[in-house]
């Protein structure tokens, strides 16, 4: 089982970013593909994710109407479109994989698979 983050990198207040996790080892379709960060000092927090069947999703308030998540099933791939950067959103950012459901409240730690993150700057 692999999921791939990346698309990480420096940009600055304003910039956008498309971060892309890359799924294998499970069956895709039947997992809910989830993004969470974690800032220096701080817990990871979920950020979005999108469910397995109905492809429904969910955004934190701190990035609703500036993020938006897609799947592409065809390539096992899930993106984060990052737009309207701000400082805050400066983190590492980690896709996950749970066959439960994409909902508010999620913990990091209560995961099917987990990848390894992408570093996201945003400048000031």
């Known amino acids: 089982v692999q999921l791939q983050a990346s698309g990480g990198g420096l940009v600055q207040t304003g910039g956008s970013l498309r971060l892309s996790c890359a799924a294998s080892?499970?069956?895709?379709?039947?997992?809910?593909i989830s993004w969470f960060r974690q800032a220096p000092g701080k817990e990871h927090e979920g950020v979005s994710c999108?469910?397995?069947?109905?492809?429904?999703?969910y955004y934190s308030d701190s990035v609703q109407g500036r993020f938006t998540i897609s799947k592409d099933n065809a390539k096992n791939t899930v993106y984060l479109q990052m737009n309207s950067l701000k400082p805050e959103d400066t983190a590492v950012y980690y896709c996950?994989?749970?066959?439960?459901?994409?909902?508010?409240?999620?913990?990091?730690?209560?995961?099917?698979?987990w990848g390894k993150g992408t570093l996201v700057t945003v400048s000031s």
């Open positions: 999108v469910g397995e069947s109905d492809g429904g999703t």
């Open positions: 996950t994989a749970n066959g439960y459901g994409c909902y508010r409240g999620q913990r990091y730690d209560n995961q099917d698979y």
């Open positions: 080892g499970f069956t895709f379709d039947d997992k809910v």
